[in-house]
């Protein structure tokens, strides 16, 4: 595992909106008394889905409210790769690199990310998009794949790809899943057996 460290601008202070500060309470409610610290990676993962990534001073305002040592929340968030400890675009890109969706095009989806985008880690200059790779998203009977934000797009190629970057960075509306004829994770063209009654 590759060292993670926090991005080197920082902003100066995190709160949390009074909708997250109350959605934190219910959260921290689940555990028991002096056990309230296991409630760390949800609400590390609600600080992430207010501002877009997490941030230190989002990481100490977590420790504080759950009253654990700054260093214990910190080590959360470098060790889950789910954090994002820099700045992301509006739309976050994890492209699948491994072998399933490897085979299937993920290069030509990389070469699409890096036309439309820039390199890893690049945000575009209108805040929207930017991109990383990353390993198995469980999604290889339908690869190539990628994650964005919280949804998955499969069966993608360069082009129905660069489309869907193209209408996410423009507000239209989006179909999550399948990105061809596909159902599911049925095979393409549709089912062969099992089409009758049982």
């Known amino acids: 595992m590759s060292v993670r460290r926090l991005h080197e601008t920082q902003p100066e202070s995190f709160a949390f909106t009074a909708e997250n500060i109350e959605w934190s309470k219910g959260q921290i409610a689940k555990y028991p008394e002096g056990r309230q610290a296991s409630a760390v990676i949800p609400l590390l993962w609600q600080a992430q889905k207010q501002e877009g990534w997490l941030s230190e001073p989002a990481i100490r305002y977590i420790a504080d409210m759950l009253d654990m040592p700054y260093m214990r929340a910190m080590e959360v968030a470098t060790f889950y790769t789910m954090f994002n400890l820099s700045p992301v675009g509006e739309h976050f890109v994890q492209l699948c690199g491994t072998t ?17 985008i820039g390199e890893q880690g690049d945000i575009t ?7 990383l790779e990353v390993e198995c998203l469980g999604a290889c009977v339908n690869a190539p794949m990628v994650q964005i934000n919280d949804d998955f797009y499969e069966d993608l190629t360069a ?4 489309k869907l970057l193209a209408d996410l960075r423009q507000g239209n509306e989006v179909t999550t899943g399948p990105q061809n ?18």
Do not use: H, M, Q
């Open 100 to 116: 399933p969706c490897w085979l299937r095009g993920a290069d030509d989806l990389k070469a699409v990310c890096r036309n439309v």
């Open 125 to 131: 200059e209108d805040g929207k998009l930017s991109w």
């Open 159 to 162: 082009d129905s790809f660069e």
């Open 181 to 198: 004829s596909r159902r599911g994770s049925e095979p393409e063209g549709g089912l062969t057996v099992l089409k009758g009654d049982i």
